[in-house]
C-alpha cells in the first residue's frame, strides 16, 4: 500500500513567468489587472496587481486561480456548469468556498498534469480570460 502520493507543482521560475507574461499583454490594452498564479493546491505562488487596477480585483483573480486549480478546469466551464445544472447552480456558490464561477481562472497543465492555475481580474471576464491565456502562452 502506498503510504505517500507525491504531487508535481508549478516552479516559482513558471509562476513568475506567466505573471510577466499577462502583465505584457494587458500593457497592451488600456485596462489594469490583477494575475494570481497558484500552485497545485491553490496557495499564491506569484501576483501582481497593475497600477491602476481595481482592488477587488485582488481577491477575485486569487479566487479564479484557486477555483481553476481545485477543480482542473476553467472557470468558465464552471459558469457554463452552474448554468446548466439548477440544482448544482443553487448549490455550489453557496458550499464551496472561493468558488469564483466566471471567465479569467485557467488551470496550468504541464505534461498532462495540473500543476496549478492562474486567475485574472481587472476588466469583464471575457477580457480576463484573453489576459489569462496570454500567461498560459509562457508555457509555450
Known sequence: MNKVVQRSSI??????????????????????????????????????????????????????AYTAASSKMSTETWSEKLSADAVLGAAAPTTIDRLAPMGGGLPIVVDGETVGAVGVSGAHWTDDVKIAEAGLRALD
Not at 42 to 59: E, H, M, P
Open 11 to 64: 516552479s516559482d521560475e513558471l509562476a513568475n513567468k506567466i505573471v510577466r507574461a499577462a502583465d505584457e499583454a494587458a500593457k497592451q490594452g488600456e485596462q489594469r489587472f490583477a494575475v494570481a498564479v497558484v500552485d497545485e493546491s491553490g496557495q499564491l505562488k506569484a501576483f501582481l496587481r497593475q497600477d491602476g487596477a481595481k482592488l477587488n480585483a485582488v481577491q477575485v483573480a486569487q479566487d479564479k
